[in-house]
C-alpha cells in the first residue's frame, strides 16, 4: 500500500463526510420524529431542554474520535512504526475540537436568532450536517497529520 496523495485524502473525506451527512440525518430523523417543532439552540446552562444542536454534540464528539482512529487503522500499514499510544492523544484532542465548535456554533447561534425552531425534517439535515462535518474534518485532519508527522 502506498502513501495517498493530497488529492485521494480530499476525495475520500469528502465522500466520507457526505455518507455521514445522509447516514446521521436518516436516524437523526427517526430519533426526533413525533414533536412537530424542535428548538435548535436553548439559552440555557442546565441540559432541561432537548435542542438540535445540544443532542449534536455528542454526535460531534464521538465521530471525532471514532474517525480518528478509523484513519490511524487505515494507514497501519503505510506508518508500520506509529503506534496506539502516539494516536489515542489525537483523537481526544479531535473530541475536544469537535465540542468546542459545536458549542461555539450554538452559542453563537443562540445569540443571533434566540427563538427559532425547525421541523423534523430540518432538524435532521442540521444534525447530519454536523455529523459529516465533524467526520470530513476529522479524516482529512487525522490522515494528513499522520501522514506528515510519522513519514
Not at 506508518?79 to 469537535?98: D, S
Request: aromatic share 8%; hydrophobic share 50%.
Amino acid at each position: 500500500m502506498e502513501t495517498p496523495s493530497r488529492n485521494d485524502i480530499i476525495k475520500s473525506s469528502l465522500i466520507q463526510a457526505a455518507t455521514n451527512t445522509v447516514i446521521n440525518a436518516v436516524i437523526n430523523y427517526f430519533m426526533v420524529r413525533g414533536k412537530e417543532v424542535h428548538p435548535i439552540t436553548a439559552d440555557s446552562i442546565t441540559g432541561g431542554s432537548d435542542t438540535v444542536i445540544g443532542q449534536s454534540v455528542f454526535l460531534a464528539v464521538s465521530l471525532a474520535v471514532i474517525f480518528t482512529l478509523l484513519g490511524f487503522k487505515s494507514l497501519r500499514p503505510v506508518l508500520p512504526g506509529v503506534t496506539w499510544g502516539q494516536v489515542i492523544p489525537m483523537a481526544v484532542k479531535n473530541g475536544v475540537y469537535a465540542f468546542g465548535l459545536v458549542v461555539i456554533a450554538g452559542v453563537l447561534w443562540q445569540r443571533m436568532f434566540p427563538d427559532l425552531t425547525v421541523g423534523t425534517l430540518g432538524a435532521a439535515l442540521i444534525a447530519g450536517g454536523i455529523a459529516g462535518f465533524a467526520s470530513g474534518v476529522t479524516n482529512y485532519s487525522t490522515v494528513t497529520r499522520l501522514i506528515e508527522r510519522f513519514r
